[in-house]
């Protein structure tokens, strides 16, 4: 994927002068090229410093050429948002994180799937930086809301479930967790099977 990256960034920098249709259509293949690069590089995990090099100038075009609230630059900032926290720059990640809720709730409204997602990966973040209560509020209400639209036993709600129970478990509220771990085991083994 390393390689990949490169070849990618190096091809769409030596368009980025050329002002043909014909070069246009080249250099928005190359940065479609370069999203999936660096979505892939970012998944991997094995390359995180360089994921953030391409994906901070990647996520600057994507914005200038479609706009701020466009779903690709928003995907684009979320997975620059987890390239941070893979690196630990929490810092960096959350800010990212909370324009991105932000948008999706504003366009997409409260209970949109990229909505709910959104909300779970600044609550994970808030989560790692050690602000607990933050990250439990959300938590709380993305499991409210999956439940309500999706079902108690639906396998984004378990996920909901066991995000909550872990908060709870890290913000010392034990007698809380426990519960919630049970029950999304139960229900895990019922919908997944053993």
């Not at 914005?63 to 941070?84: C, F, I, K, Q, V």
């Not at 909370?98 to 999706?104: P, Y």
């Amino acid at each position: 994927v390393s390689g990949i990256l490169q070849q990618v960034t190096a091809l769409h920098d030596s368009l980025a002068e050329l002002t043909t249709e014909i070069n246009e259509e080249l250099t928005w293949v190359l940065l479609r090229l370069r999203f999936v690069a660096f979505y892939h590089a970012v998944e991997l995990g094995d390359s995180t410093p360089q994921a953030i090099a391409v994906g901070e100038p990647l996520a600057e075009d994507l914005e200038r050429l479609l706009g701020p609230d466009h779903p690709d630059t928003l995907n684009s900032r979320n997975s620059l948002a987890a390239a941070y926290l893979a690196a630990g720059r929490v810092a960096e990640a959350i800010p990212l994180f909370e324009q991105i809720l932000a948008v999706r709730q504003r366009t997409l409204g409260p209970g949109d799937p990229e909505t709910l997602t959104s909300q779970n990966n600044l609550a994970s973040a808030y989560q790692d930086a050690g602000r607990t209560a933050e990250a439990i509020r959300l938590y709380e209400l993305n499991l409210e809301i999956r439940e309500r639209l999706l079902g108690p036993d639906h396998p984004s709600t378990l996920n909901s479930r066991g995000n909550l129970a872990a908060a709870y478990r890290d913000g010392g509220r034990v007698d809380e967790a426990i519960p919630l771990l049970e029950q999304t085991l139960a229900a895990r083994e019922q919908v997944l099977g053993p």
